[in-house]
T-cell receptor
Framework: AQSVAQPEDQVNVAEGNPLTVKCTYS??????LFWYVQYPNRGLQFLLK??????LVKGSYGFEAEFNKSQTSFHLKKPSALVSDSALYFC?????????????FGSGTRLSIRP | NAGVTQTPKFQVLKTGQSMTLQCAQD?????MSWYRQDPGMGLRLIHY???????DQGEVPNGYNVSRSTTEDFPLRLLSAAPSQTSVYFC?????????????FGPGTRLTVL
């Protein structure tokens, strides 16, 4: 069965510092991986995705993610955090066989950026 | 395009009542899914569909039924609501075209079962 894990419930970073939100996956075949952000009382907004190709994926709002096949990880990164980045972040994935039909989410990581 | 729409936005049920959460998309996407979001548990897949007439179970299907008679609509039915089904429910539609894969979410339905 496929699964996505986010080992940290919360990540705290000072504004201007780099941030990393961790994600590991277990899917059969080639993985399709995604990051989403959710602001309070809002739906989910798409940030970026990895399908194939370059291991470093660039997305919205200055975020990027690094795909590491050997470590089965897809960590979300940003070089310089903003207070407005504070939100709930979800990693998600599906297998190449199910592509966009069966996308499984991690438990979420709450990112808090202090001024 | 309205995207993915969900009704109602809020609902309160008593234990044992039934109801249907509505979901519709106007993007002609082949795939649709239902998730529930609970604190500390992220989004869990309830049911999903790969096309009209085809549905399958996700991670937490018990207590929920779905059908997909058209490409546009994917209703979620609770036959006998239980307090454990108190949650926020999100519907999503998605497509896959080669390397283009994307999923769109509705605004959610907040359900409380007393």
């Amino acid at each position: 069965a496929q699964s996505v894990a986010q080992p940290e419930d919360q990540v705290n970073v000072a504004e201007g510092n780099p941030l990393t939100v961790k994600c590991t996956y277990s899917v059969s075949g080639n993985p399709y991986l995604f990051w989403y952000v959710q602001y309070p009382n809002r739906g989910l907004q798409f940030l970026l995705k990895y399908i194939t190709g370059d291991n470093l994926v660039k997305g919205s709002y200055g975020f990027e993610a690094e795909f590491n096949k050997s470590q089965t990880s897809f960590h979300l990164k940003k070089p310089s955090a903003l207070v407005s980045d504070s939100a709930l972040y979800f990693c998600a994935g599906s297998s190449g066989y199910s592509s966009a039909s069966k996308i499984i989410f991690g438990s979420g990581t709450r990112l808090s950026i202090r001024p | 395009n309205a995207g993915v729409t969900q009704t109602p936005k809020f609902q309160v049920l008593k234990t044992g009542q039934s109801m249907t959460l509505q979901c519709a998309q106007d993007m002609n996407h082949e795939y649709m899914s239902w998730y529930r979001q609970d604190p500390g548990m992220g989004l869990r897949l309830i049911h999903y569909s790969v096309g009209a007439g085809i549905t399958d179970q996700g991670e937490v299907p018990n207590g929920y039924n779905v059908s997909r008679s058209t490409t546009e609509d994917f209703p979620l039915r609770l036959l006998s609501a239980a307090p454990s089904q108190t949650s926020v429910y999100f519907c999503a539609s998605s497509y896959s075209r080669g390397r283009a894969v994307e999923q769109f979410f509705g605004p959610g339905t907040r359900l409380t079962v007393l």
